[in-house]
């Protein structure tokens, strides 16, 4: 046990001027309004420095997964968007990128989450609606137009469709010109929190298992810089659980992911650096802070003690967040802005790696353009005016912040220990433990609504009369027509033969059971076979998965 200045002077020698010689700070110097020096990192006056904080860049990363932090470099800013076509998502994200953001964040409609073209009977209704409907690699194309993949990152929330999405995003970047190893981003791939809290699945989970750890090795071979997975507790979190709860199954769906890879052969340190995750910035301020740095602790454990890690990259939890949308009120809903505010500070005074806001409009519909410039403001007011990214891991030190990380580690832990007792994540949610623990978290919060015992502001107490009416988007159903008249254009143009024949390559690697289903994912997008289609390939050997009633 060392006390903090033989640990402070060791790390500015090691990991900080590493750190500075690699990339350097923002700024020469820091200080606040009043002129009071903001110094790198700060700690215990005197004493032993505690042995499970560490230090920032260092295991087990409770300070920051990044020695600079935001002195280096400041977070993404994402903005999670799309709706409609893939021309007026394109239009959205041209703006958001000329207004200041620094990634993009697609969202899907229900069709291609599904895996259903927008001419299936049963994506009609859909297309559109909550996310931007993507048929083939010409919308692909469109959505990416003018936009060059080697220099943005782009996030996408997608999952059962995880391998199909990002062939066609590769196959854009070849038509681009774009090299593979230039290309940069993630995609969520994270099927198991389906099953457990947002039903977007299609496969069995030991097909979609599989799937997901086919995408760690064709990446880790062909697309160095690609984030394989967001394993995200961010849904579950909408569904009601805790923010305990949410560390636990989140990290016990990334130890299932691990062994899974572990089981196919890979090798620890050559996929796990590229793991990330993707958590919920919820109201309770402090505990959410609390919550970011137990979660990087508890799974740099997890990855040196349990599955030997020997690579630093490989035990670092880095994360993408975002706010919580299920705070958001339709009833004065401009609330919503602070309520936003509080939480994206807490995700930066945590230690988040990106970060997107929720715009105030999100509870009557998808954000106007308005609505979603005011998120986006909100994180570059918090980067450039609050101070919270002046210093790194601001919270440090307070006695209820560093409980509160305690204790979250601790009970998240007792979770992980109760998950592998019933064989793991995969065996827990066959059994709906997860869940059930969900429900009964939401039902409690509802109940405590109810009971004026949880006040939310405009909802159960506050309330007026009524509100202002907003402006707010409205997608045109007509989209929808034209959706199918450009998948029509599509299959009457492309060679019906070259399409066949790399179906049936992608239904024999699915059959095949070793061989890896991305490489004649990427030849069949490449021919123009659409994205229902290659679900549907898959289809005939993985089959459906029908969820299983829990009572």
Known sequence: MA????????????TLAKALERSGERRDSFETTSKIPVERLYGPPEGEYAENLGMPGEYPFTRGAQATMYRGRLWTMRQYAGFGTAEESNRRYRYLLEQ??????????????????????LA??????????IDSVEDMHTMFDSIPLDQVTTSMTINATAPILLALYLVVADEQGVPWDKVGGTVQNDVLKEYIARGTYVYPPKASMRIATDIFAFCTENVPRWNTISISGYHMREAGCTAVQEVAFTLADGIAYVQ?????GLDVDEFAGRLSFFFNVHNTFFEEVAKFRAARRLWARIMKERFGARKERSMMLRCHSQTAGCSLTAQQPLNNVVRTTIQALAGVCGGTQSLHTNSYDEALSLPTELAALTALRTQQTIAHES???????????????????????KRANDYIEAIDDMGGAVAA???????????QSAYDYQKAIEANSQIVVGVNDFVVEQDEPLELLKIDPSIEIKQKDRLAKLRSERDPAAVQASLARVTAA???????????IVEAVRTRATLGEVSDAMRETFGEFQAPVFI
């Open 429 to 439: 949610i066959e059994r709906g433990f997860q869940q059930r623990e969900i429900q």
């Open 387 to 409: 101070g919270a990214a002046d210093t790194i891991d601001p919270m440090a030190g307070s006695y209820f912040v560093e409980n509160l990380t305690d204790e979250i580690e």
């Open 100 to 121: 200041g953001s620094k990634g993009l964040s697609v969202a899907f409609d229900l069709p291609t989450q599904m895996g259903r073209d927008s001419d299936h009977e």
């Open 260 to 264: 899974g890879a572990l089981d196919a």
């Open 124 to 133: 009609s209704g859909e297309v559109g609606k909550v996310g931007v409907a």
């Open 3 to 14: 006390d903090f200045k033989h640990r402070l002077d060791d790390w500015n020698k090691s």
């Open 510 to 520: 699915a059959q095949s059971g070793g061989e890896n289903v991305m490489p004649v």
